[in-house]
């Protein structure tokens, strides 16, 4: 990972910890009166992001957390997904398209269609974990894979 592939925002000092994963919501009502909000707000809302570092142990006043924020290094985290297997080769560069399924209650619903990542997306597959054939309710030919960025 490069220097260029992290921002630098601000995150709860109780959270703050290298390695927690988190979905960045979005900006909140208290933040509007907030003059560090460029630093919080600076990433994608709906995206999973991984603490990389923290920057520095100076904790920050936040309306929003009692505690205050700390300065971190944030990078795009990967996301365990399913894909077509046909579409599930190492090292692949895909537009993710997730499957066309409506079956809420199925037990792997929630790994075909992650929070944190969109049709269209622009991915790269990392790994291709396991098949997960038996386990779709729709019949469909499936692999559990690790998306990159």
């Known amino acids: 990972m490069t220097e260029s592939d992290t921002k630098i925002t601000l995150i709860g000092s109780r959270l703050a910890r290298e390695g927690l994963e988190f979905i960045f919501k979005g900006e909140m009502p208290e933040c509007k009166k907030c003059r560090l909000k460029n630093t919080c707000l600076n990433l994608e809302p709906g995206r999973r992001y991984r603490v990389e570092k923290i920057k520095s142990k100076d904790v920050h ?12 290094d944030v990078s795009k985290a990967p ?71």
């Open 61 to 72: 006043e936040c309306f929003l957390h009692d505690s205050g924020v700390l300065a971190v």
């Open 79 to 149: 996301i365990l997904t399913t894909l077509e297997s046909r579409k599930a080769v190492d090292g692949a560069r895909i537009m993710y398209e997730p499957p066309k399924c409506g079956k809420r209650g199925c037990e792997i619903y929630e790994t075909c269609h992650p929070e944190g990542l969109s049709k269209g997306d622009k991915c790269k597959i990392v790994e291709v974990l396991e098949n997960l054939d038996s386990r779709c309710e729709a019949n469909y030919s499936l692999k559990k894979v690790k998306l990159s960025w």
